[in-house]
């Protein structure tokens, strides 16, 4: 664990990960890759990170319902004070997409 914290990326075009990895590097953190959203449930189940970066739009299990399902996760733990930051990632920024992020429990939304 790097000593700026743990970082979830969750995307499934692998360019745009390659991008992202990239620009994540620069802030010495460790950065773990879920190319779906299953992927994203199942690496939160085994390890704690300070923030999700969220696809909204992947096949297997979009953005929206993983974010849903982590959410659930963190209200069953004894500690219900742990919130992990989620924020979107989306080309779409209309005022649905914004609500659908809302609506889903993401924090914030990076176009």
């Known amino acids: ?15 745009n990960q390659m991008i992202a ?12 890759i879920a190319n779906n959203g299953k992927e994203a449930v199942q690496a ?13 739009r992947m096949p297997v299990m979009d953005g ?4 849903r399902a982590i959410r659930e996760m963190e209200a069953s733990m004894d500690d219900s004070s742990i919130r992990v930051p989620i924020i979107a990632l989306t080309a779409n920024v ?3 997409d914004k609500l659908l992020c809302t609506e889903a429990g993401m924090d914030s939304i990076l176009t």
């Open 1 to 15: 664990h790097k000593e700026n914290g743990n970082i979830l990326l969750v995307e499934d075009v692998k360019t």
């Open 21 to 32: 990895k990239k620009m994540l590097r620069e802030t010495e953190t460790e950065i773990t």
């Open 44 to 56: 939160c189940q085994k390890k704690r990170f300070d923030v999700i970066f969220m696809d909204c």
């Open 64 to 67: 929206y319902e993983a974010t």
């Open 94 to 96: 209309s005022e649905e």
